[in-house]
């Protein structure tokens, strides 16, 4: 073919895919496919920036302590001694507790609201926890204030530790305030994801599931707890994750209960602190470079274990899912 033909018809397919891309545009397959991409990668972006900007003013604190900074126990900033582990400790003991406490409550009241409660009840429930989910944290932290932490101090810890004494988690000195307090109320806090968010699961089972399990001679709490919980199994662990992701960034009601002593301890009636408390109490005091990039690694590091419990989370889900999904 000559050299002239070649040059013809490249041009003329180069006008074809010109022509179809011009389609495209006019039909907006091309414009949303291009704006919907740029909104994901805005999530990458954002994402890349924070670890960037946290990296940065972490630095000086990074070149300080090294590795150091996350297994060292001391916080003292009139020496510039730095230690995260102390708040790493509080944060994933506060969310255990919590965890704990809320997952067979918010769990069984799913149930109750998807299978085993009247329809009136159940819508008129579902609203009132849905609206619990609205109120500020604050608000929690002045109801763990004035109710709870007299309750833990007066009654619940004395009765702990008169009957589990024998354990470490329940000794010493019941002062109210402290990682058991800070537990209970993130637990409380988190209980509206829960629920929601399983009750959604739960109902969203075929119904199929429900009929052929009666139809077999069961009853219906053997229908709901032998075949629609394994069905909604990955919506309740997503629910279960998504409460400890809430937990683990509490700031301002765990703060005004937990006591903010960076030490620690196996009591679960000792004080303690977590990371989100300790740079919200300490930001503004940080006059010294060292202090504050500190504080900002401290975040740094909170935000690199939100990712990978989440992270384990989805593996964990899409692990169960596969294993719901396989033939015997």
């Known amino acids: 073919m000559p050299a002239y033909q070649t040059s013809l018809t490249q041009i003329a397919r180069r006008r074809t895919h010109a022509g179809k891309f011009l389609e495209r545009l006019r039909s ?3 414009i949303a496919h291009m704006v919907t991409l740029a909104f994901a990668a805005s999530v990458l972006l ?4 924070l670890v960037v900007e946290l990296g940065r003013h972490s630095a000086a604190s990074w070149h300080e302590f090294g590795w150091r900074f996350l297994v060292t126990s001391v916080w003292d900033p ?3 001694e730095f230690g995260a582990l102390p708040f790493i400790y509080g944060t994933v003991v506060t969310s255990a507790v919590a965890l704990i406490i809320a997952v067979p409550i918010g769990v069984g009241a799913a149930i109750f609201l998807a299978e085993l409660a009247p329809p009136l009840l159940s819508i008129s429930l579902t609203f ?3 609206l619990l989910a609205a109120v500020p944290s604050v608000v929690y932290g002045l109801l763990g204030i004035f109710v709870l932490v007299p309750l833990l101090r007066s009654y619940v810890e004395p009765f702990l530790q008169s009957t589990l004494g024998f354990l470490p988690f ?3 000195p019941a002062y109210g305030v402290g990682f058991l307090a800070a537990g209970v109320v993130l637990a409380i806090m988190v209980l509206p ?4 968010i399983s009750r959604e699961a739960l109902l969203a089972v075929p119904m199929e599931q429900r009929e052929g399990a009666l139809a077999l001679g069961s009853t219906r709490w053997e229908a709901t707890w032998d075949v629609v919980a394994p069905y909604a199994r990955t919506g309740i662990l997503g ?3 998504l409460a400890l992701a809430r937990a683990l960034g509490e700031t301002m009601a765990v703060t005004m209960v937990i006591g903010n002593d960076p030490k620690i301890s196996s009591s679960l009636f000792a004080p303690g602190y977590t990371i989100a408390a300790v740079i919200a109490n300490e930001f503004t005091e940080a006059t010294d470079d060292l202090y504050l990039s500190a504080l900002v690694e401290l975040g740094l590091v909170l935000f690199l274990v939100t990712i990978i419990i989440n992270a384990l989370a989805r593996l964990m889900i899409l692990a169960t899912t596969r294993r719901g999904t396989e033939h015997p």
């Open 28 to 30: 907006g397959d091309e």
């Open 46 to 49: 954002i994402t890349f920036l």
């Open 78 to 80: 009139v020496f510039g």
């Open 128 to 130: 009132v926890i849905e």
């Open 170 to 172: 329940f000794q010493g």
């Open 193 to 196: 994801f829960i629920i929601s």
């Open 239 to 241: 629910s279960i994750f």
